[in-house]
């Protein structure tokens, strides 16, 4: 087998990457239906515009605030959740627009 082999997209690349670690796929998961997962009671802003604060999902993984901020961090440079300030908090959503790009680009080119 001879033949130039394509080189893969490095945004699906870093995406992958992101996915691979199962609590960065946890978090994603969770953000998916926030109502579910996390109290609207606490929220000090709509789970729906703005996303999940990075404390009430620190509280649900039980892990250390750097680990948490760090894995959302990385999901954030792999383009799949958006972050938004919110005083001095930070609230993550995901973005279905990139998300569904991604799937759409791993059926066509897997």
């Given at each position: 087998m001879?033949?130039?082999?394509?080189?893969?997209?490095?945004?699906?690349?870093?995406?992958?990457?992101?996915l691979?670690?199962?609590?960065?796929?946890?978090?994603?998961?969770?953000?998916?239906?926030?109502?579910?997962?996390?109290?609207?009671?606490?929220?000090?802003?709509?789970?729906?515009?703005?996303g999940?604060?990075v404390?009430?999902?620190?509280?649900?993984?039980?892990?250390?605030?750097?680990?948490?901020?760090?894995?959302?961090?990385?999901?954030?440079?792999?383009g799949?959740?958006?972050?938004?300030?919110?005083?001095k908090?930070?609230h993550?959503?995901?973005?279905?627009?990139?998300?569904?790009?991604?799937?759409?680009?791993?059926?066509?080119?897997?």
């Amino acid at each position: 087998m001879t033949g130039a082999v394509d080189t893969p997209d490095p945004e699906v690349v870093r995406a992958l990457r992101a996915l691979a670690n199962p609590v960065r796929l946890q978090l994603l998961s969770w953000l998916r239906e926030p109502d579910r997962h996390f109290s609207r009671e606490e929220a000090i802003a709509d789970p729906d515009e703005v996303g999940v604060c990075v404390t009430h999902i620190r509280a649900k993984a039980g892990l250390a605030q750097s680990t948490v901020s760090a894995y959302l961090a990385e999901l954030e440079r792999a383009g799949l959740v958006r972050s938004t300030r919110v005083g001095k908090w930070t609230h993550y959503k995901r973005d279905e627009e990139r998300i569904s790009a991604l799937v759409s680009t791993l059926g066509q080119t897997l």
